[in-house]
């Protein structure tokens, strides 16, 4: 068997992901090539030292109940690097006080268990309570924007005080943009099978606290969410080393094109182009770069891909000298309602929600501001959006002391926007691209943003290709 040659086109943890699982399959004879088009490979994971301390400035944390990171940290023989939060409980900033996460929700929308009386109205609990007494009628099998759906049932305040800023952290995106369907699907399939209500379909779908109702002691058990010690980085050059790739950094991908029984990528310049020919190809690039290389190829995959749309945010991680932070409240954080005259859209106090992140004493938070089509108001310098995050952290928490240090990343274009219809788009893209050999595409734009869900993607990408270059490569 000749050796295959792969190009994939994205070093973010898909690509890396996908590198990786593609070194496992095909063993080491396998020239693998991770094209990058910035100076270092995460996308939008990135670690970075704030006051001495590796800190990420990116995704923080990935859901433990999925398998997919911790089955990858034990394969890399990082398993001892894993961590979860301490018990530090959520906050939420809502009708200019800022309360307990209100228990009872299924990501904002109330269950009949829903406490909500320090978070909504007198009006907005009325509109609650008598939800569940409107008749609903629900089409199985339609997508709807899940915030249009929750003004129709609750009023204003449900979608703005509790959906807004619980989902607005995981999409940095509005809840009145974002598809039913692909952000809460159990909630759409409870719908599908008949609740009378959208507060019965979320009860039905969100599963009795522990020790109640028949399903207690039963589904799954320990931390929901986990983290890595030394943040992100420590994955990505595990990662990078086990894959054994060769990472071109500053390289960008002009076209993508069929040639023979395998593709040929033209790098660079116009000026002066190259050309790189290959047996396969993943790409674990975001949708409009996914669009643009596919239009040729792939048309019907490039139209769909072209549909996602992005947000931009921005992160703003500062260190203070514990004195100076004193009036921080013992939370893992606050989400900030849409409502709210706050320019950030939530606040983690990392020191308190990660044990390890304060063991020197210092305290450290991360501000992060803009949503879906905000991303003018981000095109200020760095010095201004620290001092947005400072002037709101003076609102929260009365904290007014200079940082120690301040860490500014902007993330433009960093997550697709799952909007209605997107589970049809996704569709669209994998069946079009599954009727081309030796081509997979992976990434957040897919099935999910979280990092489990790159992995999953690039593990099922890698090995689409792999049964394809096994056979194609053979004498």
Same mark, same amino acid.
């Given at each position: 068997?000749?050796?295959?040659?792969?190009?994939?086109? !994205?070093?973010?943890?898909?690509?890396?992901?996908?590198?990786?699982?593609?070194?496992?399959?095909?063993?080491?004879?396998?020239?693998?090539?991770?094209?990058?088009?910035?100076?270092?490979?995460?996308?939008?994971?990135?670690?970075? +030292?704030?006051?001495?301390?590796?800190?990420?400035?990116?995704? +923080?944390?990935?859901?433990?109940?999925?398998?997919?990171?911790?089955?990858?940290?034990?394969?890399? !023989?990082?398993?001892?690097?894993?961590?979860?939060?301490?018990?530090?409980?959520?906050?939420?900033?809502?009708?200019?006080?800022?309360?307990?996460?209100?228990?009872?929700?299924?990501?904002?929308?109330?269950?009949?268990?829903?406490?909500?009386?320090?978070?909504?109205?007198? #009006?907005?609990?009325? @509109?609650?309570?008598?939800?569940? +007494?409107?008749?609903?009628?629900?089409?199985?099998?339609?997508?709807?924007?899940?915030?249009?759906?929750?003004?129709?049932?609750?009023?204003?305040?449900?979608?703005?005080?509790?959906?807004?800023?619980?989902?607005?952290?995981?999409? *940095?995106?509005?809840?009145?943009?974002?598809?039913?369907?692909?952000?809460?699907?159990?909630?759409? @399939?409870?719908?599908? @099978?008949?609740?009378?209500?959208?507060?019965?379909?979320?009860?039905?779908?969100?599963?009795?606290?522990?020790?109640?109702?028949?399903?207690?002691?039963?589904?799954?058990?320990?931390?929901?969410? !986990?983290?890595?010690?030394?943040?992100?980085?420590? $994955?990505?050059?595990?990662?990078?080393?086990?894959?054994? *790739?060769?990472?071109?950094?500053?390289?960008?991908?002009?076209?993508?094109?069929?040639?023979?029984?395998?593709?040929?990528?033209?790098?660079?310049?116009?000026?002066?182009?190259?050309?790189?020919?290959?047996?396969?190809?993943?790409?674990?690039?975001?949708?409009?770069?996914?669009?643009?290389?596919?239009?040729?190829?792939?048309?019907?995959?490039?139209?769909?891909?072209?549909?996602?749309?992005?947000?931009?945010?921005?992160?703003?991680?500062?260190?203070?000298?514990?004195?100076?932070?004193? #009036?921080?409240?013992?939370?893992?954080?606050?989400?900030?309602?849409?409502?709210?005259?706050?320019?950030?859209? *939530?606040?983690?106090?990392?020191?308190?929600?990660?044990?390890?992140?304060?063991?020197?004493?210092?305290?450290?938070?991360?501000?992060?501001?803009?949503?879906?089509?905000?991303?003018?108001?981000?095109?200020?310098?760095?010095?201004?959006?620290?001092?947005? #995050?400072? @002037?709101?952290?003076?609102?929260?928490?009365?904290?007014?002391?200079?940082?120690? +240090?301040?860490?500014?990343?902007?993330?433009?274009? !960093?997550?697709?926007?799952?909007?209605?219809?997107? $589970?049809?788009?996704?569709?669209?893209?994998?069946?079009?691209?599954?009727?081309?050999?030796?081509?997979?595409?992976?990434?957040?734009?897919?099935?999910?943003?979280?990092?489990? *869900?790159?992995?999953?993607?690039?593990?099922?990408?890698?090995?689409?290709?792999?049964?394809?270059?096994?056979?194609?490569?053979?004498?």
């Amino acid at each position: 068997m000749s050796a295959a040659r792969i190009a994939v086109v !994205g070093g973010g943890i898909s690509g890396l992901a996908a590198a990786h699982r593609l070194r496992t399959l095909l063993g080491p004879a396998a020239e693998i090539v991770v094209l990058e088009q910035r100076d270092r490979t995460g996308g939008v994971l990135h670690t970075v +030292e704030l006051a001495g301390m590796p800190f990420d400035v990116g995704a +923080e944390a990935f859901l433990a109940r999925r398998p997919e990171v911790p089955a990858l940290l034990d394969e890399l !023989g990082l398993a001892d690097r894993s961590v979860h939060p301490t018990g530090a409980s959520p906050s939420i900033r809502a009708g200019g006080r800022t309360v307990g996460l209100p228990p009872g929700t299924m990501m904002g929308v109330p269950t009949s268990r829903a406490r909500l009386h320090d978070v909504l109205s007198p #009006a907005g609990l009325a @509109a609650v309570a008598a939800e569940p +007494e409107r008749p609903l009628a629900w089409e199985p099998g339609t997508d709807v924007s899940l915030g249009g759906l929750l003004r129709e049932r609750f009023g204003p305040e449900v979608p703005e005080r509790l959906a807004d800023p619980l989902l607005g952290g995981v999409y *940095a995106g509005r809840v009145d943009a974002l598809g039913l369907r692909a952000t809460v699907p159990a909630l759409a @399939a409870a719908l599908d @099978a008949g609740a009378s209500s959208l507060t019965a379909a979320a009860t039905s779908a969100t599963p009795p606290p522990a020790g109640r109702g028949p399903a207690a002691g039963s589904g799954s058990t320990g931390p929901v969410f !986990g983290g890595i010690r030394g943040g992100y980085r420590v $994955l990505l050059d595990a990662l990078g080393s086990a894959s054994a *790739a060769t990472v071109r950094f500053g390289t960008s991908v002009r076209s993508l094109e069929r040639r023979g029984a395998g593709w040929r990528l033209v790098l660079g310049p116009t000026t002066r182009p190259e050309a790189l020919d290959v047996d396969a190809v993943v790409l674990a690039v975001p949708a409009p770069a996914v669009r643009k290389l596919l239009t040729g190829p792939v048309p019907a995959a490039a139209s769909a891909a072209g549909e996602v749309e992005l947000a931009s945010s921005v992160v703003v991680a500062l260190a203070y000298r514990a004195a100076e932070a004193a #009036a921080l409240p013992p939370t893992s954080g606050v989400l900030i309602a849409a409502d709210e005259p706050l320019s950030i859209k *939530a606040a983690t106090h990392s020191s308190n929600k990660w044990a390890h992140l304060g063991a020197d004493g210092l305290v450290r938070l991360r501000v992060s501001t803009g949503r879906f089509g905000e991303a003018a108001g981000l095109q200020v310098d760095d010095d201004e959006l620290v001092a947005r #995050a400072r @002037a709101d952290l003076a609102t929260l928490h009365g904290i007014t002391a200079a940082p120690v +240090e301040a860490v500014v990343q902007r993330w433009g274009g !960093g997550l697709p926007q799952y909007s209605v219809g997107h $589970l049809d788009r996704v569709r669209r893209i994998e069946q079009a691209v599954a009727g081309v050999p030796g081509l997979a595409v992976a990434g957040s734009a897919l099935h999910g943003v979280g990092v489990p *869900a790159c992995i999953a993607t690039a593990r099922a990408a890698a090995e689409r290709i792999a049964a394809v270059v096994q056979v194609t490569t053979t004498p």
